[in-house]
């Protein structure tokens, strides 16, 4: 299993990289959710910008990140404000509406580096 904070891969290495980062903030010890799926940390907000950071590295300029998020208990506005690049598009899934699948494309200039704020 890899670190989606710290890929093992070179810069611009892939085309195409699909993110789907555990979504989970709250699970109990026994939760099979979590066990199949993972947990997020309680920094999680920080853990996804890296996430988001490490693919756009990883992607050549060309690039396209496809993201899925279920909004279970995060919403996904929450996590969009996290990411220093905007979907081009998104469409929702599910019995409830609640996954999201948003398209990016890497941009051809760099961001600017992410500004820490206070949470929430």
């Known amino acids: 299993m890899l670190d989606f904070r710290s890929l093992p891969y070179p810069d ?12 989970l903030v709250r699970a109990g010890a026994r ?3 979590a066990a199949k799926y993972g947990k997020l940390g309680p ?11 490490e693919c756009f590295r990883v992607l050549a300029a060309d ?5 899925k998020w279920n909004e279970t208990q995060v919403k996904v ?7 220093t690049v905007s979907p081009l598009f998104g469409h929702l899934t599910g019995r ?3 996954t999201h699948w948003l398209v990016f494309m890497k941009p051809t200039t760099p961001a600017p580096k ?3 704020g206070p949470p929430g």
Do not use: C, I, N, T
């Open 12 to 23: 611009g290495a892939f085309k195409l990289v699909a993110f789907d980062p555990p979504h």
């Open 31 to 33: 939760s099979w959710l």
């Open 43 to 53: 920094d999680w907000r920080e853990d996804l910008r890296k996430g988001f950071e």
């Open 63 to 67: 690039g396209v990140l496809v993201f």
């Open 77 to 83: 506005k929450e996590v969009l404000a996290v990411a």
């Open 96 to 98: 409830k509406g609640l």
């Open 114 to 116: 992410h500004q820490p």
